[in-house]
């Protein structure tokens, strides 16, 4: 084989396995359908981020926010949730302290695709 031919032949193969890696993602969009915080009392504070696509594999993180004394939105804790069947990717939060307002902001990450990210409604937490 020439060295010509042989240069073709590894552009052409090379070409393929990066639309190989880059298609899935278009192949199939995700979009956040959903982000949902509830207050339980005592046992915490529930969050909820359900994606077009269920259990698709990725990275949710859930950013529980507060607003303090000064009416600025800080954040208690951040954490990565994990999926159950029929509640989406989930995490409980504890308990916040005192009489506030708290919100939550989740965020999808994975290889090839876009980061997406949601924030719920504001509670009496």
């Not at 949902?36 to 529930?46: A, D, L, T």
């Not at 029929?86 to 090839?112: D, E, I, L």
């Amino acid at each position: 084989m020439s060295l010509m031919k042989r240069l073709v032949v590894s552009i052409a193969t090379g070409g393929l396995l990066l639309g190989a890696l880059a298609s899935p993602a278009a192949a199939h969009p995700v979009t956040v359908e959903q982000m949902h915080i509830s207050n339980f009392g005592s046992g915490g504070i529930n969050t909820q981020m359900w994606l077009s696509q269920e259990d698709h594999p990725g990275t949710v993180k859930i950013t529980l926010k507060k607003k303090n004394a000064a009416g600025d939105w800080v954040n208690v804790a951040t954490k990565t949730a994990t999926y159950q069947v029929g509640w989406g990717y989930t995490y409980t939060f504890n308990p916040v302290r005192g009489q506030t307002r708290c919100k939550a902001k989740g965020v999808f990450t994975r290889a090839n695709h876009p980061r997406l990210s949601a924030t719920s409604d504001v509670i009496d937490c």
